[in-house]
């Protein structure tokens, strides 16, 4: 069954979206191949389907976009490969993990790393990213970022729910990594990704819970590297699930 997921990608190719990655890992997590198609800004007219924001995916020509709905449809495709919710009770829970990263993690790490987004994208998307997140953030991406040596220490309390559920468990799933974790360690990609900026400490549960993650499925999240400087529109990208 072929599988074609579109998302955001840095000048260099490298793909960093953090709702994107929620659908990466898992993808990765069903065992399934899949094609990625790095789009820009201004690509997000030319989706399949009508749709316009990312991630999207075609599977077999029908078009999902929207990351808890791709994560549904995959669970509900292919029943036979591992579920990402494993029942109703859990993907009620897992809303919580969704609203808690959206609106908590996902809202105080942009202002820690956004003027570095800024400067790793291609520059045909730098003019959007910089007007819409100024106006998100309220302020320039250099003001936001100015303070976050103090920001960054205000986070890293804000976040102590999850080093409470990690002292309980390995995985904020569980036993074993679901959709929660994968929403989770998203976010925590994102900054890795965009930023050389120490977002947490060594010792801490939450950095030991994200170097766990990369190193799911034969280290799919740690293995992420550079590729040749580009600035083109749709360039594809093939993963295979090994």
Not at 52 to 60: A, C, L
Not at 176 to 182: F, H, I, S
Request: charged share 30%; proline share 5%.
């Amino acid at each position: 069954m072929a599988i074609t997921l579109y998302e955001l990608a840095q000048a260099d190719g490298t793909r960093y979206s953090p709702y994107c990655w929620r659908v990466r890992w898992s993808l990765r997590h069903k065992g399934l191949d899949f094609r990625s198609v790095a789009i820009g800004f201004d690509d997000l007219q030319k989706l399949p389907g009508g749709s316009r924001s990312v991630p999207t995916v075609e599977i077999d020509g029908r078009v999902v976009n929207e990351s808890w709905r791709i994560a549904e449809v995959l669970d509900e495709t292919f029943p036979d490969r591992p579920s990402l919710f494993a029942c109703e009770q859990a993907k009620g829970a897992t809303r919580f993990v969704e609203s808690f990263f959206d609106k908590v993690v996902n809202s105080s790490l942009l202002p820690l790393f956004a003027r570095e987004i800024h400067d790793r994208m291609a520059v045909r998307d730098q003019a959007y990213f910089r007007r819409t997140r100024e106006q998100m953030l309220k302020r320039t991406l250099e003001e936001a970022q100015a303070g976050r040596d103090e920001d960054v220490l205000r986070f890293r309390t804000a976040i102590h729910p999850i080093r409470l559920t990690l002292k309980t468990q390995p995985w904020l799933s569980g036993e074993t990594p679901g959709y929660a974790d994968y929403i989770g360690l998203a976010s925590f990609q994102w900054a890795r990704l965009s930023s050389d900026f120490k977002i947490l400490v060594d010792d801490d549960s939450v950095a030991d819970w994200v170097d766990r993650g990369l190193d799911l499925f034969e280290g799919f999240g740690r293995n992420v590297g550079a590729r040749p400087q580009i600035d083109a529109t749709f360039l594809p990208e093939t993963s295979s699930s090994g």
